[in-house]
């Protein structure tokens, strides 16, 4: 038996002092594989790769307005015996400005965008269409909204919206045809008005340790609050920073 283990992560790390501009982000590559030979208490062949990165920038001079960003990928595989599955397929944009209109509240506008790379397959190492779950843009998820900003720390903050627009995207027609994602059946394009939550929360436990969670349910029109994405992550990695203050 064979078991091998790998992770590989970009750091680096720049200050100036000339701007209230803050930039950096990080990029990890995991990866692992086991292999079995005369193994009597069994077990399958297999390898798994995956990678990340996220990138942010912001301005925020200490003044009345800040503009926050930022942009998430990840991609991940595993290969067991001969069938290929994917472990993770994520892109994630997104963009808030805000007006402070006191120390911890902030009138903001957000736009949050949201697709994958790649199919997803109902099953494990069958590609064929008619097993076709999701593609690039099927789905692909807009929202756009205006509202408040509560963010009593630096490791919480909450986006309140009272008007909020989500656009859903099915741009494969065959997901499509079958009215995936809500949309109707034959129609690529689905627009839903109406409130909106986004919660964030991070803490660092240890060095180069920290938990991020994040929730953002939404109340279209007069319906009951659907829950859109909840996630709960422990990170364990090496951060790069360029931070610019004045």
Same mark, same amino acid.
């Given at each position: 038996?064979?078991?091998?283990?790998?992770?590989?992560?970009?750091?680096?790390?720049?200050?100036?002092?000339?701007?209230?501009?803050?930039?950096?982000?990080?990029?990890?590559?995991?990866?692992?594989?086991?292999?079995?030979?005369?193994?009597?208490?069994?077990?399958?062949?297999?390898?798994?790769?995956?990678?990340?990165?996220? *990138?942010?920038?912001?301005?925020?001079? $200490?003044? =009345?307005?800040?503009?926050?960003?930022?942009?998430?990928?990840?991609?991940? /595989? !595993?290969?067991?015996?001969?069938?290929?599955?994917?472990?993770?397929?994520?892109?994630?944009?997104?963009?808030?400005?805000?007006?402070?209109?006191?120390?911890?509240?902030?009138?903001?506008?957000?736009?949050?965008?949201?697709?994958?790379?790649?199919?997803?397959?109902?099953?494990?190492?069958?590609?064929?269409?008619?097993?076709?779950?999701?593609?690039?843009?099927?789905?692909?998820?807009?929202?756009?909204?205006?509202?408040?900003?509560?963010?009593?720390?630096?490791?919480?903050?909450?986006?309140?919206?009272?008007?909020?627009?989500?656009?859903?995207?099915?741009?494969?027609?065959? *997901?499509?045809?079958?009215?995936?994602? $809500?949309? =109707?059946?034959?129609?690529?394009?689905?627009?839903?008005?109406?409130?909106? /939550? !986004?919660?964030?929360?991070?803490?660092?436990?240890?060095?180069?340790?920290?938990?991020?969670?994040?929730?953002?349910?939404?109340?279209?029109?007069?319906?009951?609050?659907?829950?859109?994405?909840?996630?709960?992550?422990?990170?364990?990695?090496?951060?790069?920073?360029?931070?610019?203050?004045?």
């Amino acid at each position: 038996m064979v078991l091998l283990f790998g992770q590989l992560m970009a750091q680096d790390a720049v200050t100036a002092k000339d701007t209230a501009w803050k930039k950096g982000g990080s990029a990890e590559l995991l990866f692992n594989q086991a292999a079995y030979s005369d193994w009597q208490a069994g077990g399958a062949n297999s390898f798994a790769a995956n990678g990340a990165i996220f *990138l942010f920038a912001k301005y925020d001079d $200490g003044g =009345d307005w800040a503009w926050t960003n930022a942009l998430n990928l990840a991609y991940g /595989v !595993n290969l067991q015996d001969g069938l290929y599955n994917k472990t993770d397929d994520r892109i994630e944009f997104e963009s808030r400005a805000d007006r402070h209109i006191s120390e911890h509240w902030s009138i903001s506008g957000l736009l949050n965008f949201r697709s994958q790379f790649t199919n997803g397959y109902s099953t494990p190492g069958i590609t064929e269409d008619s097993l076709k779950l999701s593609s690039f843009m099927a789905p692909g998820y807009v929202i756009v909204g205006l509202g408040f900003t509560y963010q009593p720390n630096k490791r919480f903050s909450a986006f309140l919206s009272p008007l909020t627009s989500k656009q859903t995207y099915v741009l494969d027609q065959m *997901l499509a045809d079958n009215g995936a994602f $809500g949309v =109707d059946i034959g129609s690529q394009f689905r627009q839903e008005i109406g409130a909106y /939550v !986004n919660l964030k929360y991070y803490q660092g436990i240890v060095e180069n340790v920290e938990l991020k969670a994040s929730l953002d349910p939404m109340k279209n029109g007069l319906q009951n609050w659907i829950m859109k994405k909840s996630k709960n992550y422990l990170h364990i990695e090496k951060n790069w920073l360029f931070q610019q203050n004045n």
